[in-house]
C-alpha cells in the first residue's frame, strides 16, 4: 500500500523555468491538496481538489496551476518559477481512512 | 491573520517525562483538530485527532485535550521517549476537508 507518493523528491529549477509536481494516490480518495511548508512556517494550502474535475484555490494559489482529470492523481504545475518559491511541497489526500500526506518535493529556484 | 497558533517553537523535556504542546486557534467553524509529527526529510504522520464535540481523546501515550471555551487544545505525551523527538504540528478542519496549521513545535526528548 504506498499512499500517496510524489516525485521527484528533490529539484533545482532556473527562474522562468516550469516544471510539474506528480502526486497519486492508492487509497482511491476524493480529495486531494497541496500544501508548501517555507522555513519555520506551518503548511500552506496552495489548491485542493474534492474529486475528478474539480478543484479550488487555497490559501496562496498565485504561480500555481493544477488540474484532476482521474481520482489518483493531482499535479501541480510552475509555470514560471521565481524564488519566492523555493520551498518544500506536499501533496496530500483525504477519505474514510483519514488524511496521508506525501513525502515532500524540495524545490530550488535560482 | 493566523488561525491556528502554536507560541512555542520548541519544547526540551527529559525522557521518561511528560511533553506537553500547545495550541491555540481563532476559527469557531473548526469540526475537529488533528495532531501531526514530522520528521526532517518526511511528510508529516497523522498522530491523534479530536472531534469538536470532545474534550478528550486518548492513543496510548498520546492525550489531546480540548477546551472550547478557551479555544486551546494541548497533546501530551507520556511517557516521552527520544524517538518522539519531532515537530509537532497541530490543525483544525472543518466540513470542507481542509486543514489549517500551526507553525509546529520543535519536541526534543533528551535521554
Known amino acids: 500500500n504506498a499512499g500517496v507518493t510524489q516525485t521527484p523528491k528533490f529539484r533545482i529549477l532556473k527562474i522562468g523555468q516550469s516544471m510539474t509536481l506528480q502526486c497519486t494516490q492508492d487509497?482511491?480518495?476524493?480529495?486531494m491538496y497541496w500544501y508548501r511548508q517555507d522555513p519555520g512556517m506551518g503548511l500552506k494550502l496552495i489548491y485542493y481538489?474534492?474529486?475528478?474535475?474539480?478543484?479550488d484555490k487555497g490559501e496562496v494559489p498565485n504561480g500555481y496551476n493544477v488540474s484532476r482529470s482521474t481520482t489518483e492523481d493531482f499535479p501541480l504545475r510552475l509555470e514560471l518559477a521565481a524564488p519566492s518559491q523555493t520551498s518544500v511541497y506536499f501533496c496530500?489526500?483525504?477519505?474514510?481512512?483519514?488524511?496521508?500526506f506525501g513525502s515532500g518535493t524540495r524545490l530550488t529556484v535560482v | 491573520d493566523q488561525q491556528v497558533k502554536q507560541n512555542s517553537p520548541s519544547l526540551s523535556v527529559q525522557e521518561g517525562r511528560i511533553s506537553i504542546l500547545n495550541c491555540d486557534y481563532t476559527n469557531s467553524m473548526f469540526d475537529y483538530f488533528l495532531w501531526y509529527k514530522k520528521y526532517p526529510a518526511e511528510g508529516p504522520t497523522f498522530l491523534i485527532s479530536?472531534?469538536?464535540?470532545?474534550d478528550k481523546n486518548e492513543d496510548g501515550r498520546f492525550t489531546v485535550f480540548l477546551n472550547k471555551s478557551a479555544k486551546h487544545l494541548s497533546l501530551h505525551i507520556v511517557p516521552s521517549q527520544p524517538g518522539d523527538s519531532a515537530v509537532y504540528f497541530c490543525a483544525g478542519g472543518g466540513s470542507n476537508y481542509k486543514l489549517t496549521f500551526g507553525k509546529g513545535t520543535l519536541l526534543t526528548v533528551n535521554p
Open positions: 481538489s474534492v474529486g475528478a474535475g474539480i478543484t
Open positions: 479530536i472531534s469538536s464535540i470532545k
Open positions: 487509497m482511491n480518495h476524493n480529495y
Open positions: 496530500a489526500s483525504s477519505g474514510q481512512t483519514g488524511y496521508t
